[in-house]
């Protein structure tokens, strides 16, 4: 057994000096480009704001947009929202665009279930909220919204099959991201304003409450499931 764990140890240490020897390069013009945005961000945000009110339109329109196909992961977009315009109004763009998406992913699913369900049982996490189809589950799918690293693109489809009220829809998934959505907007005003100190303090605070979350999201997907079975 301590042989087989000390050739994986070996192994990961060899792929990840392989990967640092061929990628080096590659890492250092990425940090070099961030840093170089970093120095003209004043720059960019006053280009943003010279476009008037078609800047926060085009970020709203990404957002939905990333919810929609995730051509780009939602974190990303989040903190670029705080670092554009800060973090209230990061926020309240950010909503506004999350829950655009939000409704337009439960709106193809409900008007074309035919073409969808067929790919979303594709994946695992269809079979795991399948009792939610039979149940709506408010409280649970509310919780969903909120709960760190679920997958809350594919939950917007996936509600779209069953009955739950389009306004109720709205609601939850809405205000259900809005925590996760501060968090970010916020990290993205802090970078803006070069506080390092307040960025990795936030983010530490959301590893604290995001890794004990995902280290037993099993246990936690376990008990929605569990509580699904209760209401019916």
Not at 23 to 46: M, T, Y
Not at 150 to 168: A, E, I
Not at 178 to 204: C, D, K, R
């Amino acid at each position: 057994m301590r042989k087989s764990r000390l050739i994986l140890v070996i192994g990961a240490l060899g792929v990840s000096i392989l990967v640092l020897t061929l990628f080096g390069a590659n890492i250092s013009k990425i940090v070099e480009w961030g840093l170089s945005i970093l120095e003209k961000k004043e720059a960019i945000r006053q280009f943003v704001l010279s476009l008037g009110p078609f800047g926060p339109l085009g970020f709203i329109l990404i957002q939905a947009l990333q919810v929609v196909f995730s051509p780009i992961p939602g974190e990303a977009t989040g903190v670029v929202g705080g670092f554009l315009f800060g973090k209230w109004l990061g926020l309240l763009y950010s909503t506004i665009g999350l829950g655009l998406g939000s409704f337009i992913a439960f709106s193809i699913s409900r008007y074309f279930r035919r073409y969808v369900e067929g790919w979303l049982k594709k994946s695992e996490w269809y079979w795991k909220l399948e009792g939610l189809l039979e149940h709506q589950g408010i409280f649970i799918c509310f919780f969903l919204f909120v709960f760190p690293g679920f997958p809350k693109d594919f939950l917007c489809y996936f509600l779209g099959l069953t009955r739950m009220p389009w306004q109720v829809f709205v609601f939850i998934s809405t205000v259900g991201r809005i925590p996760g959505t501060l968090m970010l907007s916020w990290q993205g005003a802090e970078l803006y304003n070069g506080n390092w100190a307040g960025v990795i303090s936030i983010l530490v605070v959301t590893l604290i409450v995001v890794g004990p979350a995902w280290y037993y999201r099993e246990k936690i997907y376990a008990w929605v499931e569990a509580k699904t079975k209760e209401m019916s």
